[in-house]
């Protein structure tokens, strides 16, 4: 086969792919790559993934980290609990920012049609606005 119909082979194939499996491709990757990331902060090697979930095969967790494995909702359920991650969420990590705004303010007394007005002097007032930020 040369190379130029490699190439187009390659390109057909990937033209081919629906939005909705690329979808769901990406999701795969995402959960497997989850999977790995907690993994290697446990300091876990694939044996101790498959020891904590109950599994004897060790290509099992081989094929759970490939990126291609299709998981059950019981499967994820396993792994979110032994892992002690969300691995149903597959959106990004948002972030909670609260800012915050001091003011000053400073009133004396004055009397205004023959009533003394006093306020509290040098009062501190703040309010906060609060924003919700994507990684």
Known sequence: MTNKKRKSSVGEILA????????????????ASKIDEVMRTKGWG???LMHAVGKTNPSEITR????????TIDTLTDLCFVLDVDLLNLEEKQETVIQRYNFTVSVKSEIINNCNVN????????????????N
Request: charged fraction near 25%; proline fraction near 2%; avoid cysteine.
């Open 46 to 48: 694939k044996k101790d």
């Open 119 to 134: 306020a509290m002097a040098n009062s501190q007032l703040y309010f906060e606005k609060t924003a919700t930020l994507s």
């Open 64 to 71: 759970w980290l490939s990126g291609t494995h299709n998981f």
């Open 16 to 31: 081919s792919i629906t939005p909705k499996e690329a979808r769901r491709i990406e999701n795969r990757m995402l959960i």
